[in-house]
Nanobody, 125 residues
Framework: VQLQASGGGLVQAGGSLRLSCAAS????????MGWFRQTPGKEREFVGS????????LYADSVKGRFTISRDNAKTTMYLQMNSLKPEDTAVYYC???????????????????WGQGTLVTVSS
């Protein structure tokens, strides 16, 4: 499975960005997907997860109410809409997927089997 994250860039605090994660496999529609982020010197942290159907989502407290995960299974693409961005949201954002057949959204990175290369989001104050 190959994942390609895109959409990162520089934005002012309070602004918005939408990240995309394109998957190479048709099993995408049966896979739980997730977003994580990492800043230099820190552990990678969970941002959010979405079930295969898209009906179930899970968010980190730090982004709840500001970020929204969605997916388009026909396009094998997942999205992360980020609003009201803060300087502390600055990080490299990674998308990840669990193997097809696992139905539970998950916050621990060990639950994910495949990872994209990351896209940098920089929020200026």
């Amino acid at each position: 499975v190959q994942l390609q994250a895109s959409g990162g860039g520089l934005v002012q605090a309070g602004g918005s960005l939408r990240l995309s994660c394109a998957a190479s496999e048709r099993t995408f529609s049966r896979s739980v997907m997730g977003w994580f982020r990492q800043t230099p010197g820190k552990e990678r942290e969970f941002v959010g997860s979405i079930s295969a159907s898209g009906y179930s989502t899970l968010y980190a407290d730090s982004v709840k109410g500001r970020f929204t995960i969605s997916r388009d299974n026909a396009k094998t693409t997942m999205y992360l809409q980020m609003n009201s961005l803060k300087p502390e949201d600055t990080a490299v954002y990674y998308c990840a997927t669990r193997r097809a057949g696992f139905s539970v959204v998950a916050a621990n990175e060990g639950a994910y089997d495949y990872w994209g290369q990351g896209t940098l989001v920089t929020v200026s104050s």
